[in-house]
């Protein structure tokens, strides 16, 4: 079922998650974050996105050039990370990342070229993996959730506030001109409905 993804600055974004006892009872949430992420074509997504503060992230492997090692039994597009334990580790490399938490805004962020991934699969099978770049940085951004951390807590201070001022600004021009039309819309039915009545 699709859900709706939060946006920053909601509050339950900047919580931390607690760990996951049984898998078989989270397999709701799983499909849910796999039809949400697939709907808003996305390459991860993370529980507390969707308000919920649990350990579990989905991610398209594909989106990141490379065959899933370990296919989702729901979608076998995804591959499903309960609990995900990450070690990072090499070079440190800066790319351009965006969030479906914070729309249209994007920013230059240094990962780690590699990652030990621990994890339990949706099949409740504890698993181990090492990731090599890009897909490692993405399994980085995703688990950073997890931990109450967007992309932008990444940046230098500064480059992150004035990124989050430009986004809150084009937002509220957003919100405004949205209002405009709205009224607008409803002032034409107004008119609609007093010319029926003159008739």
């Known amino acids: 079922m699709f859900r709706k993804v939060l946006n920053w600055p909601n509050k339950k974004l900047r919580e931390k998650s607690v760990l996951v006892e049984n898998v078989d009872n989270e397999q709701e949430l799983i499909h849910d974050l796999i039809d949400t992420c697939n709907v808003l074509m996305g390459a991860g997504l993370a529980a507390p996105q969707i308000g919920v503060s649990k350990k579990v992230v989905v991610i398209k492997p594909k989106a990141f050039g490379i065959d899933n090692p370990d296919p989702s039994e729901y979608n076998?597009?995804?591959?499903?990370?309960?609990?995900?334990?990450?070690?990072?580790?090499?070079?440190?490399?800066k790319w351009r990342e965006a969030c479906l938490s914070l729309p249209e805004l994007?920013?230059?962020?240094?990962?780690?070229?590699?990652?030990?991934?621990?994890?339990?699969?949706?099949?409740?099978?504890?698993?181990?993996?090492?990731?090599?770049?890009?897909?490692?940085?993405?399994?980085q951004h995703e688990c950073d959730h997890l931990d109450g951390k967007l992309f932008i807590h990444r940046m230098d201070k500064k480059k992150g506030a004035f990124?989050?001022?430009?986004?809150?600004?084009?937002?509220?021009?957003?919100?405004?001109?949205?209002?405009?039309?709205?009224?607008?819309?409803?002032?034409?039915?107004?008119?609609?409905?007093?010319?029926?009545?003159?008739?």
């Open 76 to 93: 076998a597009d995804y591959m499903v990370l309960v609990n995900p334990v990450l070690e990072s580790s090499g070079e440190e490399i």
């Open 163 to 199: 990124l989050l001022e430009r986004w809150r600004r084009k937002k509220r021009k957003a919100e405004i001109k949205a209002k405009r039309e709205k009224r607008a819309l409803e002032g034409r039915g107004k008119g609609v409905r007093k010319g029926r009545r003159r008739r």
């Open 106 to 139: 994007d920013g230059m962020v240094t990962r780690n070229e590699t990652t030990l991934l621990k994890y339990t699969n949706d099949k409740g099978e504890e698993k181990r993996l090492i990731a090599e770049w890009p897909f490692s940085g993405g399994l």
